[in-house]
Nanobody, 123 residues
Framework: QVQLVESGGGLVQAGGSLRLSCAAS????????MGWFRQAPGKERECVAT????????YYADSVKGRFTISRNNAKDTVALQMNSLKPEDTAVYYC????????????????WGQGTQVTVSS
């Protein structure tokens, strides 16, 4: 089992930036994919970005391509999401997730979840 703790959420104006971080413990960090998901009020949880065990492969939702960047540091057991050019529609609770295997980009591919961090983008 993996324990995940997110940090870095907050309130920002449209066009601004935020950096989310997630610290993992438990399983060998470099053996599984990591991902960031989000859930807005009244909506289903959706995948924002994922990264393979080595960091060599990434996936981004169309809505965040070119604005968000996912990265991982296997030496520090952390994954980050750099969010630039934020829009009000990016407002949601963001969750860090650990994959079942070394790659995944769908919600069922992930089985361990953090507690979530709120991101609010004002217009």
């Amino acid at each position: 089992q993996v324990q995940l703790v997110e940090s870095g959420g907050g309130l920002v104006q449209a066009g601004g930036s935020l950096r989310l971080s997630c610290a993992a413990s438990g399983r060998t960090f470099s053996s599984y994919a990591m991902g960031w998901f989000r859930q807005a009020p009244g909506k289903e949880r959706e995948c924002v970005a994922t990264i393979s065990w080595s960091g060599g492969r990434t996936y981004y939702a169309d809505s965040v391509k070119g604005r968000f960047t996912i990265s991982r540091n296997n030496a520090k057991d952390t994954v980050a999401l750099q969010m630039n050019s934020l829009k009000p529609e990016d407002t949601a609770v963001y969750y860090c997730a650990a994959g079942i295997t070394g790659w995944g980009k769908e919600l069922p591919d992930f089985r361990s979840w953090g507690q979530g961090t709120q991101v609010t983008v004002s217009s």
